[in-house]
């Protein structure tokens, strides 16, 4: 256990309570570690995404997994450009590894590991088709509750002028079969590895969930 000396306790017992106690709107950036834990229920229910969703505007989901929030979260943002999409992968292994900090570079150990691509408009389509299979076989997203210390998807996304939130809880569908997943990985340039859903068994104290509103086009916020 790290001692109250060590900044990187002092850091994670910040970013714990800012996760916990967010109700700050995200706009920035989701690579600056402070900044994604005081938005982090935001960043996850797209509302960037859905206060630029309008008639004409272009095309744009995020996707992000919970490979049980202490261990991994994986993030892709994919947005349409004139010839195809930018996609963007975000990847964050355990945070805190006092292995990984630096004085030079306190906020290191919940940094996100990060690759761009261009990718073209048939893979773009492919990603959303699949998307859309998926949520076909899925229970309504709307009203559903998801755990941290779990695994899911949840995806946010503006599609023409319209928004809307879709979940997949490993409780509920079998989350290593979606086929969006595997088109997200087949792409994915971060060289970290998945974590594959498995069975999670026992309690967490510090678990927190996301809710879905009844509407399915934003969230409650996290508890």
């Known amino acids: ?3 109250k ?10 970013l714990c309570a800012g ?8 706009s920035g950036s989701a690579d600056n570690p402070i900044e994604r834990s005081l938005t982090w229920f935001s960043y996850v229910a797209g509302d960037d995404i859905k206060a630029s969703c309008a008639a004409g505007s272009r095309d744009h989901f995020r996707f992000v997994y ?27 292994n355990e945070p805190g590894n006092v292995s990984g900090f630096r004085i030079q570079d306190p906020l290191g150990p919940w940094a996100l590991a990060e690759s761009r691509a261009s990718i073209s408009n048939e893979q773009a389509s492919d ?40 979940a997949f809880d490993q409780d509920r569908v079998g989350v ?3 086929e969006f997943a595997s088109e997200l990985r ?12 498995m069975p ?16 399915g086009d934003g969230t409650v916020r996290g508890f």
């Not at 919970?66 to 964050?92: E, F, H, P, S, T």
């Not at 299979?133 to 946010?156: C, H, K, M, T």
């Not at 087949?186 to 859903?197: K, P, Q, V, W």
């Open 1 to 3: 256990m790290l001692t």
């Open 5 to 14: 000396s060590c900044p990187t306790a002092k850091l994670a017992l910040f």
């Open 19 to 26: 996760l916990l106690v967010s109700c700050t709107t995200y």
């Open 66 to 92: 919970n490979a049980v929030y202490q261990k991994q979260i994986r993030a892709y943002d994919m947005k349409g450009v004139d010839a195809g999409a930018d996609l963007v992968a975000r990847v964050r």
């Open 127 to 166: 990603i959303v088709d699949a998307l859309s299979r998926d949520a076909e076989r899925a229970p309504a997203s709307a009203g559903q509750q998801l755990a941290s210390n779990e695994f899911y998807w949840i995806v946010s996304g503006c599609s023409a002028g319209s928004f809307r939130i879709w």
């Open 176 to 178: 290593n079969a979606l």
């Open 186 to 197: 087949a792409l994915d340039g971060t060289d970290i590895d998945f974590r594959d859903a």
């Open 200 to 215: 999670v068994e026992g309690f967490d104290d510090g678990v927190f969930y996301i809710k879905i509103n009844q509407t």
